[in-house]
């Protein structure tokens, strides 16, 4: 009978299913001995940390999460309205907000929409106590060519983000090395994982985790996949160094 495994990080009993990389991002295999439940959740906002940055590309990739049925769509604001952006396309998804300049006579407002659910949504985000609406009829199917193309704007990387590639770089290492990562030597890159950096950035240990610069591909080759990332871990018997390379 096997020895249970213990958490990397407290040493206690680690009986949680973590994905090895991030079930949002696409992971599909997981490991049940590297951390506890506890540690398991509170490191689980890293994860949110990197799904949030990565949205756009991964819908764009239309990357599917493990256990859902399909790709996230990234949701955006241009101008005023709401797009919906998956794969190559980009859909509106709710037009601008209610201008009462807008307002023709009889109190007609001009509308266009994709579909009646879009309209009552449209609906429900607009009414109020001094205007009230009411959908009277459809026109004919037109279709429009956006002269502008809309604008995303995206917040990326940050010491926050790396913390949270140190995370992914940690658990592979764990997964492969399980026990080196148990090891006394690893304590204070475990520490800088419970660090907060998005109210301390300051607090950051840059001699942890930093960008490489180089092209991934003259540190671990060529990617055999046409989309996806390469995680390369090792261990050096001689200096007793760990390390995780990440594309």
């Not at 037009?95 to 429900?124: C, H, S």
Request: charged residues 25%.
């Amino acid at each position: 009978m096997s020895k249970p495994k213990t958490c990397i990080i407290c040493g206690e009993l680690a009986d949680s299913a973590e994905h090895i990389f991030p079930a949002a991002l696409g992971g599909r295999r997981t490991n049940r001995r590297i951390y506890c439940e506890v540690h398991n959740r509170l490191l689980g906002k890293l994860v949110t940390r990197l799904q949030r940055q990565l949205a756009m590309m991964n819908a764009a990739l239309e990357v599917r999460p493990d256990r859902e049925d399909g790709p996230k769509p990234f949701m955006f604001e241009s101008g005023g309205a709401k797009y919906k952006l998956l794969g190559a396309d980009i859909e509106l998804d709710l037009p601008p907000p209610f201008d009462p300049k807008l307002v023709g006579e009889g109190g007609k407002y001009p509308m266009m929409a994709t579909d009646r659910e879009t309209l009552q949504r449209w609906i429900a985000h607009n009414q109020s106590a001094e205007w009230t609406f009411k959908i009277e009829g459809a026109g004919t199917i037109q279709q429009h060519i956006q002269s502008e193309r809309p604008t995303i704007h995206l917040n990326f990387g940050g010491v926050d983000f790396l913390q949270s590639v140190g995370y992914l770089a940690l658990t592979s290492f764990a997964h492969f090395f399980p026990a080196q990562a148990r090891q006394a030597g690893l304590d204070a890159f475990k520490d800088m994982l419970k660090l907060d950096l998005v109210a301390n950035p300051e607090h950051w240990p840059a001699e942890r985790v930093w960008w490489d610069g180089r092209e991934p591909s003259s540190v671990v080759g060529d990617n055999p996949y046409e989309f996806g990332h390469v995680i390369a871990v090792g261990f050096c018997k001689t200096t007793y160094r760990a390390y995780a390379y990440i594309s």
